[in-house]
């Protein structure tokens, strides 16, 4: 039998690569992308995949061409552009969905990255600052990627075998999030002032602009109505018989 080759496209990342290091693939600030095939809609539907909510990093992880890339090393705004792409470059330009319980059909392909301020990214280092407004305190952070989030999970799924009834969602990511309070990069004693001396006010303020300089693609839309709605990334997002 002769061999096929499969058709590719090489995806822009909204970061640019800059968060990556320079050394690192992902750093060129793009990647390729080869079209869905059976192969994927057996992913898809892989029962093992759902229950463990792994299917849709299976399903990336399978249409990266460069197999030294893995979905733990993107980006989250990142992996969403390519989610994107790859349903696009599957299943077509057109996303019928219900949102707000009426039937929407979204042109994917009027999708944009989120507008965001380049010049704050130092190529291949991802490490940003933040002064809080309230009390002065300086902070040093990053953005996460897989790798962070696959950590935070482990955490979190052990702080709730010690106690299922407290949930600790933020103070968790934050503290993985932050690198060091006023030049001290102890993690006890980032941890104690995520703790005991973040105030709540701070914490907010932090929040919204990790937001606002995290890449990413845009996913809000505006309606036939006038209203503007997020795009859902699920399971139905590439296959609604899924």
């Known amino acids: 039998m002769s061999e096929f080759k499969?058709?590719?496209?090489?995806?822009?990342?909204?970061?640019?690569?800059?968060?990556?290091?320079?050394?690192?693939?992902?750093?060129?600030?793009?990647?390729?992308?080869?079209?869905?095939?059976?192969?994927?809609?057996?992913?898809?539907?892989?029962?093992s995949f759902i229950q463990k909510g792994t299917v849709l990093d299976k399903l990336l992880q399978s249409l990266i061409i460069n197999k030294d890339i893995k979905t733990d090393d993107l980006f989250v705004g990142d992996k969403n552009a390519?989610?994107?792409a790859a349903r696009i470059l599957g299943y077509g330009k057109e996303y019928k969905v219900t949102i707000a319980g009426k039937s929407e059909t979204i042109n994917l392909t009027e999708l944009e990255p989120k507008k965001v301020d380049l010049t704050l990214f130092e190529n291949g280092n991802n490490?940003?600052?933040?002064?809080?407004?309230?009390?002065?305190?300086?902070?040093e952070f990053k953005l996460m990627n897989g790798h962070d989030?696959?950590?935070i999970e482990r955490e979190l799924a052990g702080l709730k075998k010690i106690s299922p009834n407290n949930s600790s969602e933020l103070t968790t990511r934050l503290k993985h999030m932050?690198?060091?309070?006023?030049?001290?990069e102890?993690?006890?004693?980032?941890?104690?002032?995520?703790?005991?001396?973040?105030?709540a006010r701070d914490a907010r303020?932090?929040?919204?602009?990790?937001?606002?300089?995290?890449?990413?693609?845009d996913m809000t839309v505006v309606l036939d109505s006038g209203e503007e709605a997020v795009v859902p990334i699920g399971l139905n997002f590439f296959w609604p018989d899924a």
Do not use: C, W
Not at 178 to 184: A, E, F, K, M, Y
């Open 6 to 47: 499969f058709p590719t496209e090489e995806v822009e990342l909204p970061s640019k690569g800059l968060l990556y290091p320079k050394d690192h693939p992902l750093s060129s600030g793009k990647l390729e992308l080869k079209y869905m095939t059976a192969k994927e809609e057996d992913i898809l539907t892989n029962q």
């Open 82 to 84: 390519l989610f994107v």
């Open 127 to 139: 490490k940003f600052t933040y002064k809080l407004e309230n009390t002065s305190t300086v902070l």
């Open 149 to 151: 989030e696959k950590q």
């Open 178 to 184: 932050i690198i060091s309070v006023d030049g001290n």
């Open 186 to 199: 102890e993690k006890k004693d980032i941890r104690d002032f995520v703790d005991n001396y973040f105030l």
């Open 205 to 217: 303020a932090f929040r919204e602009y990790v937001r606002s300089i995290q890449p990413d693609i």
